[in-house]
Every structure is written in structure tokens, then in C-alpha cells.
């Protein structure tokens, strides 16, 4: 739709180069947007997969085998993936129509002639129902580690020490991280000649991403414990601290999600922002011309923006639920505390502290992240756009950074109210009791 709004537009409609970086970035935008999705739903399986190891265990007693748990799994990801996809369709249908009329009855864009119901919906539609297959395929791979001796006794996250040992998932993760950091470097080289590069790119970011991935139960423990030395000294913020490091498995599936989200924000506000500002250097001294692109500038800017708001919020969403599972699975543990003289008040503290310093961590590093592929992206398409190579230095849109920032806090205390509400709540005697 944003191409037909731009192709309506007197000036840009006729720039052929403009035409090509729109749907290069709407190519880019699907795809990375299908990717998050898969993210969050192999880590959304992942946890609720270790919240049902016991049961999955007592299945596997009774004869039940790991790959027809697996197997149940996955079918649940296939249907979810097809429910969502309709869903989305429609919603992200009707919504574009809404904010298409909106946008030509106020005249903040031209009026424009698009087909909503066109044929090539079906494309990312196909997508998110095999990706959310293979994302709940892939989360659930610890199915298949779980021994029926473990219906029997205790079963809970991996430790530390556990996950040192898994060698292979670090080693591929290592690999993925160089080929895809070649793939960028690539990006940046064929985004001299053409903005094509944009889309290697893209495949150099994905691939580097999913390196981060695999290796990050080994990176965000480290900065989650330094972000932790700053909670405080009380026995709540040290226990908060602790829990934050103690599970790296939990720790990085709460964490990936908003380490995504912020990603994504700061990488297309930088990409965005880059754009704007070399469009509009390219226009130099052309005043009628620059008033003329300005505002459709802005306004791709700014529909460009929201999308990516929009997979934020899906982000940040994630936290918050995984924050409450992870309390639910946690009932033993709490009511352990409340039996050793822990009160409500330091219940409380210590929950909104542990999501604390998951989201700082998360947001930092994602920050950095998002700033680093924002670059990325901005000279990959960029490169060429004057005929000639040059390099373009990165905006970093400031404002944005600050609402990402404030986001985050808010952010904090959403995802803390419902847990620390349940927690409190929570009985020792009854909590004790839980099996």
C-alpha cells in the first residue's frame, strides 16, 4: 500500500529509485518480521516445554516415546501458525484500509488505488504457518532429552554448569555468527553498486541473529550480572540477581524476545533515519523539491516506524508472559522463601528487580545491536543511491532511543505487576505442597 501511496504522489511517484528502495525495504520488512515471530514462538514452546517436563516425563513412564510428544507439539504450532495467519490477515487487512482512508481524508497523502484482497497476501501468510511449525518443531527439541526417571523426582532448568557443556550448539553458533557477519560486510560491498545489497543484508543479519541466538544463554548471564551489581545489596535485590543468572536457559528465553524487539526498533530508526537524512542531502538546494519529498518522506518514515513499534509491543508482550509462566513454574521455590521469613513486601522486590534487570539487559544490548545492523542496512541500500559509492555515516535518532528507554521501564513494572500479584499471594503451606 505504501508503494501505491508514493506512486500516486506528482514528484516521487515518477522516481523509479525510490519505487525500488520501498519494496526492498517491504522485503526486507516481511522477512524480518516472519523471523522475530519464529523466534518468540521456539522460545515461547521452549518454556512451556520446561514447565511440563514432569508431565512429559510421566508420559514417557507409561510408554509414551519423546518424538510423539514432539510430534503433539509441533501439530499445535501448525495450527496456531494457521489460526494466526488468518488472523493477521484480516486484521492487518482491515487495518491498512482504515489508516489508508484516514491518510486521503485528512490529505496527508494522495488519494490512491490499491487492491486489499490481492494474491500475494498468501506468500507471508504460507510463511508464518510453516515458520511457526518449525519454530515449535525447534523449541521443543528438549522433549526428547527428557528421561521417564525424571516423573519421579525433581525436574527443572539446565544449569550453569550444563550449559557449558554443550559444545556443538555454541560451535554453530559461532559459525553462523562469522558467515553472517561475512554476508553483511557482502551487503555493504554490493550496496556501492546497487541497493540490491540491502537484501544480502538482510540474509547477513538473520544469519548472524540466529548465531547470537544459540550462543546467547552463554552472553546474557554475563550481562545480567553486571547489570545485577546494581540492583542493590538487599537480600531481595541479591536473590533477584542471583535467579536473573542462576537458570541461563530461563534467563535467555525471558530475554531474547525484548532483546529482538529493541533490535528492531533501533535498527530501522537508524535505517529510517539514515535514509531521511541522505535523501534529503542528495536534495540539497533543491527548496521545491525538498518541500515537495519532505513530507512523504516523513510519512514513510513514520508508517515504516509504527510497523516496527507494533512487533515491538509483540516483544515486549513476550516478556511479560514468560515473566508469568516462569513465577507459575516457580511456586516451590516462592513459597520456600515465604517459609524462611521472606514477607510479600520482599516477594514483591525481588520479582520487580529480577524483571529489572532483564529488561536493562535486554534493552542495552539490543540497543547496541540495533544500532550496529541499523548501519548495516542504511549502507547496504544507500551505498549507491548518487550513482557513485560512498560511505553514509548512521543517524541515531535520539528521541526514539529515549522512548525505547522509557518503553523499557514501563516495560519493567508491566511485566512484574501480575507475578509479584501471584506470588504474594501464594500460601508457604500450600506452595510447599506442590507437586
Keep these: ?92 487487512t482491515g487495518a491498512a484500509w482504515v489508516v489508508g482512508r484516514i491518510g486521503v481524508a485528512t490529505e496527508t497523502i494522495p488519494a490512491f488505488d490499491y487492491g486489499y484482497l490481492d494474491p500475494v497476501l498468501l506468500v507471508p501468510m504460507v510463511a508464518v504457518v510453516v515458520t511457526t511449525w518449525l519454530a515449535a518443531w525447534a523449541g521443543s527439541r528438549r522433549v526428547l532429552s527428557v528421561r521417564p526417571a525424571e516423573a519421579l523426582g525433581n525436574a527443572g532448568e539446565s544449569s550453569v554448569a550444563e550449559v557449558d557443556r ?31 545489497g540491502v537484501l544480502v543484508g538482510v ?6 541473529f540466529t548465531g547470537i541466538v544459540l550462543v546467547a544463554d552463554r552472553i546474557m548471564p554475563r550481562v545480567l550480572r553486571g547489570v545485577g551489581r546494581f540492583l542493590g545489596g538487599s537480600p531481595s535485590a541479591r536473590l533477584a540477581a542471583e535467579n536473573a543468572v542462576r537458570h541461563p536457559e530461563r534467563s535467555t528465553r525471558m530475554t531474547i524476545g525484548l532483546v529482538i524487539g529493541v533490535t528492531l ?66 511456586t516451590r521455590e516462592i513459597g520456600l522463601l515465604r517459609a524462611l521469613g521472606f514477607d510479600r513486601s520482599q516477594i514483591t522486590r525481588m520479582i520487580l ?29 544507500l551505498g549507491s543511491m548518487t550513482g557513485e559509492p560512498q560511505l553514509i555515516a548512521p543517524v541515531v535518532p535520539w528521541v ?32 510447599l505442597a506442590v507437586e
Design 400 to 431: 526514539i532511543v529515549g522512548i525505547v528507554i522509557l518503553a523499557a521501564l514501563v516495560l519493567t513494572l508491566a511485566a512484574s505487576i501480575t507475578p509479584a500479584r501471584r506470588a504474594v499471594r501464594i500460601s508457604p503451606v500450600v506452595a
Design 265 to 330: 526498533v533501533t535498527m530501522f530508526a537508524v535505517t529510517m533515519e539514515t535514509y531521511r537524512h541522505a535523501v534529503l542531502d542528495a536534495l540539497s538546494g533543491q527548496e521545491q523539491l525538498e518541500e515537495a519529498i519532505g513530507p512523504v518522506i516523513d510519512g514513510t518514515v513514520a508508517v515504516f516506524s509504527a510497523l516496527v513499534g507494533f512487533s515491538a509491543v509483540i516483544a515486549g508482550v513476550g516478556l511479560v508472559n514468560t515473566l508469568s509462566i516462569s513465577v507459575l513454574q516457580r
Design 166 to 196: 554443550r559444545v556443538g550448539r555454541t560451535v554453530v553458533g559461532i559459525v553462523l555468527i562469522v558467515l553472517g557477519a561475512a554476508a553483511l560486510a557482502l551487503g555493504v560491498l554490493v550496496g556501492l553498486v546497487h541497493p540490491t
Design 353 to 381: 528487580a529480577e524483571a529489572a534487570a532483564l529488561t536493562v539487559a535486554a534493552t542495552l544490548t539490543g540497543l547496541v545491536l540495533g544500532t550496529a545492523y541499523g548501519w548495516f542496512g542504511a549502507q547496504s541500500m
Design 203 to 208: 540474509v547477513g543479519g538473520i544469519l548472524s
Design 1 to 92: 500500500m505504501l508503494t501505491a501511496v508514493v506512486s500516486a504522489d506528482d514528484v516521487m511517484g515518477s522516481s523509479a529509485t525510490v519505487a525500488l528502495l520501498l519494496n526492498l525495504l517491504a522485503i526486507a520488512f516481511i522477512a524480518i518480521a516472519v523471523y522475530v515471530a519464529a523466534v518468540t514462538t521456539a522460545n515461547t514452546v521452549a518454556t512451556v516445554v520446561a514447565g511440563r517436563t514432569r508431565l512429559i516425563a510421566l508420559l514417557r513412564l507409561i510408554g509414551s516415546s519423546g518424538r510423539a510428544q514432539r510430534a503433539v507439539i509441533a501439530r499445535e504450532g501448525l495450527a496456531v501458525g494457521a489460526i494466526g495467519a488468518v488472523i493477521g490477515a484480516l486484521v492487518g
